[in-house]
């Protein structure tokens, strides 16, 4: 399994982003898509995730300025992050479950700039 991630770069505070990611490869279910995220000297956690039936799940912090989608057809998961504080900051790492195994993409970096 592939993932391709995209949409990444550098935004002004208040701006906003979208991010892709792509699956490809042995895919026959997927059952949950989503977003983590790693700011620098700090651990990895949860941005949101999706899971088959579109029941969507967020970081408590982050409700309301992201938006999490998928395209099934595409084995495409998104997130729209709008209102982006520089604390948004972070390497943002693309995750696709399919039965027991989780995949991570290689990370896209958001900086937001104040």
């Known amino acids: 399994v592939q993932l391709v991630e995209s949409g990444g770069g550098l935004v002004q505070a208040g701006g906003s982003l979208r991010l892709s990611c792509a699956a490809s490869?042995?895919?026959?279910?997927?059952?949950?898509m989503g977003w983590y995220r790693q700011a620098p000297g700090k651990q990895r956690e949860l941005v949101a995730t999706i899971n088959s039936r579109d029941s969507t799940n967020y970081a408590d912090s982050l409700k309301g300025r992201f938006t999490i989608s998928r395209d099934n057809a595409k084995n495409t998961v998104y997130l729209q992050m709008n209102s982006l504080k520089p604390e948004d900051t972070a390497v943002y790492y693309c995750?696709?479950?399919?039965?027991?195994?989780?995949?991570w993409g290689q990370g896209t970096q958001v900086t937001v700039s104040s």
């Open positions: 995750i696709v479950t399919l039965g027991i195994y989780t995949y």
């Open positions: 490869g042995s895919i026959s279910s997927i059952n949950a």
